[in-house]
């Protein structure tokens, strides 16, 4: 066995068993309840793993098979992705009534004004024009990767330029979703302008080693304890009475 | 070497490689932001001392008067309209600065009252929704009053309306944090450590 096929295997079974741990860590905190999708996300992403890993070493089944089996799981994939982006946004906006209604309604302005662009990239992007049902695929992936990514940068600016907070978990999720699905778009760009053998070998590799730090991301985000209000401390009443004071004096300004 | 060039100058120029490499800027500008993001919001804390100090410096007064209508009017009525527009413009932009630093402390304000949310303190707790419901308004109302003093910097001539919604704003978020300060003074009352 040679290095790259060697490092193939491990970057490509690695970031699986990490979901596995992350799947118990889910389970154990029971972080199913309020993040049904990503966890529903993070089975199925083992299940493909384990459907593509068998079709991949049995002797019997030719790339042909791989490449439908590739091709189908890749877009329910896709699906629940935009599943997990709205389940963070939502967790997001869970404790402001107004921003319920007035942020979700600027996402889906920003969300309608992606999908145009992602499918005007669909349309004039460079990439395989065959009528090959799987390049279609790789079309809507690479579509769906600017409309996803675009949601997701929206959604961490959008909650910095608010001061919103997110709860670790959710803000791992979008960081790692996030981290994914630009480099999710950056390699299927260069998959459709260099495909030598080497270049697409070694995008791969660089796709897989992306995997595993974005598995790394979530565990680490939900393994960490939540941040408490550090800034809150119980200080002597004379104390407050001169905060109280400047708030007073500030205001009557 | 020439084998080289050869092949890469058909190939640099295509419309295909362009477009590719244009769909990786943006995915590595995605990137970075990203990564920039995740370690700004590490290396952030709530505080409320610097949220004070900006809001102190903010005055109140000299924005509405900045602001206000009738004294554009009587501006308008009494300086010739070349000297008004220069007038305007200085105006607007002045406003513009408050705006944008209302919106800059709403953005703290923000950050001060989920932390309160989260309080054991229940008058506390309360009080911190009432402040970053107030915030989040104020900061996107800033947005919008920012846009419009922006267009009467650019287009002085323009005829502009008064922004009292903004003002509004501000004092009830100014009013609400200061109510978080008074609950704050009970016997499990919580306000900034100096470290913060």
């Known amino acids: 066995m040679n290095w790259h096929k060697l490092l193939l295997f491990f970057l490509w079974i690695a970031p699986h068993v990490l979901l596995g741990v992350l799947a118990v860590v889910l389970c154990k905190r029971r972080l199913y309840r309020e993040l049904p999708c990503f ?164 995008l791969d590799l660089l796709m897989t080693a992306t995997y595993l730090v974005c598995v790394s991301i979530w565990i680490g985000y939900l393994l960490a304890p939540e941040l408490e209000p550090a800034s809150f401390t119980v200080v002597p009443p004379d104390e407050v009475e001169t905060w109280n004071r400047e708030f007073q004096h500030f205001l009557q300004q | 070497m020439e084998q080289g060039v050869s092949t890469l100058s058909p190939a640099m120029i295509s419309p295909t490689l362009i477009a590719a490499w244009i769909l990786v800027g943006v995915a590595l500008f995605a990137l970075g932001t990203l990564v920039y993001v995740a370690i700004r919001s590490r290396t952030r804390r709530v505080d409320l001392e610097g949220a004070v100090q900006t809001f102190r410096s903010l005055d109140i007064e000299a924005f509405r008067n900045l602001v206000d209508a009738a004294e554009e009017a009587f501006l308008r009525n009494n300086l010739p309209p070349k000297k008004f527009r220069e007038i305007k413009r200085q105006r607007a932009w002045a406003a513009l600065i408050y705006a944008w630093e209302a919106g800059k402390a709403a953005t703290v304000l923000a950050r001060i009252g989920q932390a309160a949310q989260r309080s054991s303190d229940l008058e506390v707790a309360a009080s911190g929704v009432h402040v970053a419901e107030s915030a989040f308004r104020l900061r996107l109302q800033t947005i919008g009053a920012c846009l419009r003093l922006l267009t009467e910097v650019l287009l002085p001539h323009l005829e502009s309306r008064p922004v009292p919604p903004l003002v509004d704003q501000y004092e009830r978020a100014a009013e609400t944090l200061f109510r978080l300060g008074r609950f704050s003074s009970g016997a499990h009352g919580f306000v900034p450590s100096k470290s913060a």
């Open chain 1, 39 to 202: 966890f529903a996300y993070v089975l199925y992403e083992i299940a493909q793993f384990i459907v593509l890993f068998t079709l991949y070493v049995v002797p019997n089944a030719t790339g042909k098979h791989y490449t439908y089996a590739y091709g189908a799981t890749l877009l329910f994939s896709i699906v629940l992705r935009f599943g997990v982006i709205d389940e963070v946004s939502k967790d997001l906006f869970r404790e402001s009534p107004f921003l319920k209604v007035s942020a979700r309604r600027l996402l889906q302005f920003v969300t309608g004004l992606l999908i145009a662009i992602g499918v005007l990239l669909a349309a004039y992007a460079p990439g395989d024009s065959s009528a090959k049902w799987y390049a279609g695929v790789f079309v809507v992936n690479r579509g769906a990767a600017i409309v996803q990514s675009g949601l997701l940068l929206s959604l961490l600016l959008f909650s910095s330029f608010l001061g919103l907070s997110w709860r670790r978990p959710a803000f791992g999720i979008a960081l790692g979703l996030g981290v994914l699905t630009s480099a999710d778009l950056a390699m299927f760009a260069l998959r459709a302008a260099f495909t030598s053998e080497a270049a697409l070998r070694f």
